[in-house]
């Protein structure tokens, strides 16, 4: 079992940033590829990015690509999402999750998550 707690998530202006945290805990550290995912009130839950376990591969989504960069401490057994140039679109419960291969986009291959933390980006 694996457990995951986010953090970090707020209210920002767009143009702003913050970073979002998943602690992980259980049988963790590096076997596990670790991403990232969305959802707004009304809309499907959207990919945003994923890391490999050895740290090396990341992917993003097309929509967050080069504002947004994922990275993690496997010695703190924590993932990150480093969110940069926020824009109102972004707006949504972000989730980590952990799947056993590298790279997967769709959520069904995710076998464990968190509970989401709130990220509000205002105009």
């Known amino acids: 079992q694996v457990q995951l707690v986010e953090s970090g998530g707020g209210l920002v202006q767009a143009g702003g940033s913050l970073r979002l945290s998943c602690a992980a805990s259980g049988r963790t550290s590096g076997r596990y590829a670790m991403g990232w995912f969305r959802q707004a009130p009304g809309n499907e839950r959207e990919f945003v990015a994923t890391?490999?376990?050895?740290?090396?591969?990341?992917y993003y989504a097309d929509s967050v690509k080069g504002r947004f960069t994922i990275s993690r401490d496997n010695g703190k057994n924590t993932v990150y999402l480093q969110m940069n140039s926020l824009k109102p679109e972004d707006t949504a419960v972000y989730f980590c999750a952990a799947a056993p291969i590298f790279p997967v986009v769709t959520g069904d291959r995710y076998e464990y998550w968190g509970q989401g933390t709130q990220v509000t980006v205002s105009s």
């Open positions: 890391i490999s376990g050895t740290n090396i591969n990341t």
